[in-house]
Structure formats: C-alpha cells, structure tokens
C-alpha cells in the first residue's frame, strides 16, 4: 500500500521532494522489517527510479544504496553505468560490486570512475593488477596510498616499469611498509637510469661516463637495501640483480669491502647452485683451501679472486663495525687493504679493477669525512 501510494505521488512532485521520498523508500528497503511481498514492491519501485530524468534523485538513491551489502545488485550496477558523477558514489562505496564489474569499469577508463576504483576500502588483487597496467599515474598514486589494496609483487613492479619515472610513484612506492629489497633496488635502477638520460641528453658528461656514474650510484643503493636483509631475503634480492643483469664482480666486491658478507655469500650460492650453508662454511674456512674453486664455479672471473680473497681476509682481521662512523672506517680499511695487492705493479700491468678500487677509496674518504664531522658535531 505506502509503495502504491509512493509511485502515485511521485508523478507530480518536484525533484528535490522525489529525491527525499526516494531516499526514505530505500532506508525502508535496507533497514526496516518489510514483508516479502513489501520488499519486492519497495525494490521494483527503486528500480523504477533508475529512470527519473532529474539526476539529483539518482544521486540520491545511489547514496542511500552505496554502503550496504544489502542493497540490490541490479540497481547498484545500473547506478555504476550512470553519469559519471551519479556512478562515483557507488563504484567508491558498494560492496555489492563484484571484481570482474569493477575490472571492466576500470577498462572502460570513464572520467573519475578509476580513481573511485582506486579508494575503495578494499581493492582485489586482480582489480589492482589492472588499474597499475592502465591507469594514469594520479590514480596509480590513490592506489598505491590506500591500505586497502590488496598489490602482488608482480603488479608493484609493473607500477615501477610503467611509472617509476614519476616522483609522486617513487615517494609512494617507498613509503609502503611491504616494498620488498628488490622491487626497492628496481626502484634505485629506474632512477638511475633516469639520471643517466637526463646529464646525457644535456651534454653535461659523455653517455659512457653518465652511465658508469649512475650505475655506481644505483650500486651503492642497492649494498645499502643489502645491509637491511637477512639470508633468505639476500637471496631473492640476488635473483633479481640477476634477472636484471646487474649482478657483476663490482657490484659484489663493493658489496664485500662495504662489509656485506651476507650478499656475497647469497650471491655465491645462488650461481654456484651451492646451499647457503656450505657457502658460508667455506667463507668461515680461514685457509681459504676451496674459496678458489667456489668463486670460479660461480663464473666470476678468476682476475678478481685475490681481490676478493684479500676482502675476505680483511674482514675476516678486522671483523664488523657498531656505528655509521666505524662502518665507513672499516670500509676503507678494507679498500686500502685490497689496494695493497698492486704495489710494484707496473702501471702499465694495472686493470680496471684498480680504478674500481680507486673509486671506492675516495668514495669511502668522502663518507668517512662526513661521518666523522656528523660525530663530532653530536658530541659538540
């Protein structure tokens, strides 16, 4: 009876009062304690309104509707294909949606509608895999900051592919509790590489030395995500370096004389096929008797082997360092010790690998330098 009454009365009113009516009818709807025969007539009524002309009563409706399980399906999907602004109410809200329909809304790439997907309180993972594969980097950036998304692995690092070149992604991205140390090493990569295009296009250095610069920048990145792992974490972040092809001698044996045993060793199990334990006992052997054989099985060149059996040996003398500033004076006690391998060579018989060193050398004064007025401006 009040339903018939309803559908009567709302042929002559005005907007605005249709739009009241019609938010009562569907509080009627989810809250009160209709009978079948009611409920039934209170929805097709509901569903009837789909089709007022004035937009303020489907505005209306879609907010009533947009928060309840409860509310019917049929109409809260004719809503989400609504005008845009009428469509953002419950694509943002219901709970009624499903994952495909909010995935083919996501396609469909309507004006707001994205971002609406992006903020709701909980994004499934396959809807997310979607909005980083098609979305712009704002609405990337909602998805990224909202604590109800549910991002795989996989779809972070298509959000570093696709958008790692952006500031606002990098700064989200970083501030996510679960950015595991290799999707934080893709990152450092992205905007090394980024950095090497730029000084290139602008003639400030030459493509060759651009590139060795920012690559070891994104080198010193990544032993500083190193020293923050543990074994099973070195080993998955070692896998990727490896995928990536960024996994060299130089990058180890930065890693080694910064003190990092834990990334050697990951990354000598992982080419050598050796377990993490055995690796790490022929590491502890201070005679060094099968070092050779392992370093070699893992195809790192044999020129490098008495650079990084005299890195072990140094860290194996002078041990770990407590501190920011005992950290750096170890690292350069280590360079200057491997150093010590070229004296009485003929310049001419130098390798690369003694610039390399050269480099980490003045790399370590500067840090020492700076850790040490730091130090000292503390106890000041």
Known sequence: MIVRR????????????????TAALARAYLYSDLSEHDRKAAQAALTLMLDDSAPLVRR?????????????????????HDAPDIAVVVVERSPVLLEIELIEIVRAGRPGL???????????????????????AEVCRMLIENEGADLAEATLERLIERLGHVGAIREALLARQDLTPPLRQALAAKLAGLLAA????????????AARVTRE?????????????????????????RDTGQLTAGLLLRALLAGNRTLFEAALANLSGFRLERVAAI????????????FLKAGLPASAEPLFRAAMTALHEVGFAHGPLAAVQLRRRMVERVLTLYRGHDPRELDGYFALLRRYAAEAAREEARAFTEDLAEVA
């Open 6 to 21: 309803f559908l009567q009365w709302v042929r002559t009113a005005s907007p605005g009062d249709r739009a009241e009516a």
């Open 60 to 80: 209306t409706l879609a907010e009533a509707l947009s928060r309840s399980a409860e509310a019917p399906h049929d109409i809260i999907l004719a809503l989400a």
């Open 114 to 136: 994205r971002a609406a997907v992006a903020v709701r309180p909980w994004v499934p993972e396959a809807v997310s895999a979607v909005i980083a594969e098609v979305a712009d």
């Open 198 to 209: 730029f000084v290139s296009e602008r003639a400030w250095l030459n493509p060759e030395v």
């Open 217 to 241: 920048a994104c080198e010193r990145t990544t032993v500083a995500i190193a020293r923050r792992v543990d074994g099973g974490t070195a080993l998955e972040l070692v896998q990727h370096l």
């Open 283 to 294: 590491l502890d052997d201070r005679s060094f008797a099968t070092f050779a054989p392992l």
